[in-house]
């Protein structure tokens, strides 16, 4: 009797379901949603504040190279400025006359043997020649005169209008040589290239050089019996034909394209290559003032300053 109750009792734990509500389904494995919040606010903590003995993370787009300018200027650089960090350089083709000034003194300085006994070698050269010449043609056209004779004197006077013709054309040759000699020793300083005394006599460009100095010559002398106008004329003569010498001994150009090229130079900035001319003029009126010794100086000093204007209006390459 008491087995069959507790069967009876048994099977019905069995076929009866549990009372209470019904049970829920497995919720997706996962933190819950006030542990996400808080694996948010850890994340956003660890971003604001550096690990432990290490550094702050880079911010996004760190050690990348920003984008260029579509118009040729740095990035992040105003339009228009120097780029940021570089020493001042006046723009393509103006000279800067200060720092032209102060760069020939310096340079000057520094190879002043070569400049100033080579100066005065030429100055020696020179007027022992010319008198030479001079000596020599004037003693022949005495020599011819002295009969007192017509004859004698026309040829006399023939022979004066012939020694003072050669006298001028050897002085013509001779100071053409001496600027081109001094102008390309100039620019061998500007190149940054050490110079030496041989450099003072350098006749590489004899011809184009004599041409030049005899057009030149030629010119101013016409132009000498024109008053006022031609004044005028000489003065736009030594302005656009300044860079003359420069070109030929640079450029191995002959006479007439350097004189052409001189022109174009001389007409891209009129304002800075008219205060070139003007300054060099003014360091030689000075050194004359000044007498020989300053002569001595001032040649080479204008030489320089017309060297760093050459370069500095052809966008060369100057030497420190």
Not at 117 to 125: A, C, K, M, P, R
Not at 178 to 204: E, H, N, Q, W, Y
């Amino acid at each position: 009797m008491t087995w069959r109750v507790l069967d009876e009792r048994e099977h019905r734990g069995r076929a009866a379901p549990r009372r209470g509500r019904p049970r829920r389904a497995a919720a997706p494995a996962g933190p819950r949603p006030a542990g996400r919040r808080r694996a948010a606010r850890r994340a956003a903590a660890g971003r604001a504040h550096p690990a432990p003995g290490g550094a702050y993370p880079p911010p996004p787009g760190y050690g990348t190279t920003p984008p260029a300018s579509p118009y040729g200027q740095p990035a992040g650089q105003p339009y228009g400025q120097q780029p940021y960090g570089q020493p001042y350089a006046p723009a393509p083709g103006q000279v800067d006359i200060g720092n032209g000034f102060s760069w020939a003194f310096s340079k000057f300085g520094q190879n002043w043997v070569t400049f100033l006994v080579g100066t005065l070698l030429w100055f020696i050269g020179i007027s022992v020649v010319t008198s030479l010449v001079s000596g020599i043609f004037g003693g022949f056209g005495s020599l011819i005169g002295r009969d007192g004779s017509g004859v004698g004197a026309g040829f006399a006077l023939a022979s004066a209008g012939i020694a003072g013709a050669v006298v001028t054309a050897v002085t013509i040759l001779l100071g053409s040589l001496f600027s081109a000699a001094v102008i390309g020793t100039a620019l061998k300083v500007t190149a940054g290239r050490p110079v030496s005394l041989a450099d003072m006599f350098d006749f590489s460009h004899v011809a184009q050089v004599f041409v030049l100095g005899l057009l030149l010559a030629v010119a101013n002398g016409v132009l000498t019996f024109i008053p006022f106008f031609g004044a005028l004329a000489q003065i736009a003569i030594t302005y656009f034909v300044f860079f003359g010498y420069h070109l030929i001994v640079d450029r191995n150009l002959g006479a007439i394209d350097a004189i052409r090229e001189s022109v174009q130079l001389q007409t891209r900035n009129v304002g800075s290559s008219v205060l070139v001319v003007l300054v060099a003029i003014a360091i030689v009126v000075v050194g004359i003032i000044a007498c020989f010794v300053g002569v001595l100086v001032a040649g080479p000093v204008a030489a320089l300053f017309s060297a760093y204007a050459y370069r500095r209006v052809t966008n060369g390459q100057i030497a420190a």
